[in-house]
Nanobody, 113 residues
Framework: QVQPVESGGGLVQAGGSLRLSCAASGRGFSLMGWYRQAPGKQRELVAT???????NYADSVKGRFTISKDNAKNTLYLQMNNLKPEDTAVYYC?????????WGKGTLVTVSS
């Protein structure tokens, strides 16, 4: 089964930028999207690719975050600009393989005010 691995998290000041990466290996999978979970809150969608290849963003990140992927490298990216303290969370990526979703272990993003 595919195992996504996230990287690129860290501590950044408000207004700063980070780029997250999610790498996976295996056969028959599609890199799908990014989700996040802040302390005490449920996991929420950040940005995803639809099966048709279009993108979908949470309203709170539109205009600031950009999802992209490099199929040749089997890597998914999330460029995050103008970060805000409320973006602080563990960020997860997921993959779809043979009808099942697989999740990485997450990478922590902390935005200081």
């Amino acid at each position: 089964q595919v195992q996504p691995v996230e990287s690129g998290g860290g501590l950044v000041q408000a207004g700063g930028s980070l780029r997250l990466s999610c790498a996976a290996s295996g056969r028959g999978f599609s890199l799908m999207g990014w989700y996040r979970q802040a302390p005490g809150k449920q996991r929420e969608l950040v940005a995803t690719f639809t099966p048709g290849g279009t993108t979908n963003y949470a309203d709170s990140v539109k205009g600031r975050f950009t999802i992209s992927k490099d199929n040749a490298k089997n890597t998914l990216y999330l460029q995050m600009n103008n970060l805000k303290p409320e973006d602080t969370a563990v960020y997860y990526c997921n993959c779809l393989q043979y009808g099942m979703y697989y999740w990485g272990k997450g990478t922590l993003v902390t935005v200081s005010s």
